[in-house]
């Protein structure tokens, strides 16, 4: 099983990002995914989750600004995140739900 994120980078605060994590080595369509993040010295958090029917969960503190989904024929979940905060910086994670699958993690930089 393989995760691979992608698009990380610097913006400055009030810009957009689009995280994408492609996934291989499963059964795609099956699987709750997952975004999580963790900001320098603090603990890995759950951002936000999209089940096999599209079902979305968020935090609260990206309620209104990140927008999971997934496209089941790329085998591809995607995090849009708009109106980013310096707060929002964080190495971000891709996930398979309950499972030991993450990928590498792609770094996101928001500048005040």
């Known amino acids: 099983v393989q995760l691979q994120a992608f698009g990380g980078g610097l913006v400055q605060a009030g810009g957009s990002l689009r995280l994408s994590c492609a996934a291989s080595?499963?059964?795609?369509?099956?699987?709750?995914m997952g975004w999580y993040r963790q900001p320098p010295g603090k603990q890995r958090e759950l951002v936000a989750s999209i089940t096999t029917t599209h079902n979305t969960n968020y935090a609260d503190s990206v309620v209104g600004r990140f927008t999971i989904s997934r496209d089941n024929t790329k085998n591809t979940v995607y995090l849009q995140m708009n109106s980013l905060k310096p707060e929002d910086t964080a190495v971000y994670y891709c996930?398979?739900?309950?499972?030991?699958?993450w990928g590498q993690g792609t770094l996101v930089t928001v500048s005040s």
């Open positions: 080595g499963i059964i795609f369509s099956i699987k709750t």
């Open positions: 996930t398979i739900l309950r499972s030991n699958y």
